[in-house]
């Protein structure tokens, strides 16, 4: 058995707080009102066993790093909405998800390697690349419903 890792993995909480007054918001909290929902600790495998049972159309990989052009990372950090949901598996490295709470407010969500995140379809969202190098899964149910309707 291997202590220190489940040491670590028991240790490791997805920081999910109110911007504005850091306060702490859980993950069921985030799931009822708003239906994002946020899961750490899952395997790759978890995530391809999803594609491969028809749930998601597509998928792809990103990678956000100092390559990426300026345009793509403002595309993604404005906000903006989706006529269907975004869902994430992060591979490697630290981002932002905000998510508008029910009273307008930003939700922030910490996210890292092996958490998996889905946004709903129409609540307004932004994504920031924290660490230098991010690289994520995008899985999609239907790519034209996918396009970023930016908020007015
Ligand atoms: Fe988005």
Not at 17 to 34: M, R, T
Not at 72 to 96: A, C, M, P, T
């Amino acid at each position: 058995m291997n202590i220190g890792r489940r040491v670590v993995n028991i240790l490791k909480t997805m920081l999910i707080y109110e911007l504005s007054s850091q306060k702490p918001v859980s993950a069921c909290q985030l799931k009822a009102e708003l239906g994002v929902i946020g899961t750490e600790n899952i395997d790759l495998r978890e995530v391809m066993n999803l594609v491969s049972s028809g749930k998601y159309a597509s998928f792809d990989e990103i990678i956000i790093d100092d390559q990426t052009p300026k345009e793509l990372l403002n595309k993604f950090s404005e906000e903006h909405l989706h006529h269907d949901e975004e869902v994430r598996y992060f591979l490697e490295g630290k981002s932002i998800f905000d998510v508008r709470g029910s009273s307008d407010e930003w939700i922030r969500i910490e996210a890292e390697e092996k958490d998996f995140i889905t946004v709903p379809a129409n609540l307004y969202h932004r994504f920031f690349a924290i660490d230098k190098k991010v690289k994520a899964i995008r899985l999609f149910t239907d790519t034209d419903g996918w396009q970023p309707i930016y908020r007015e």
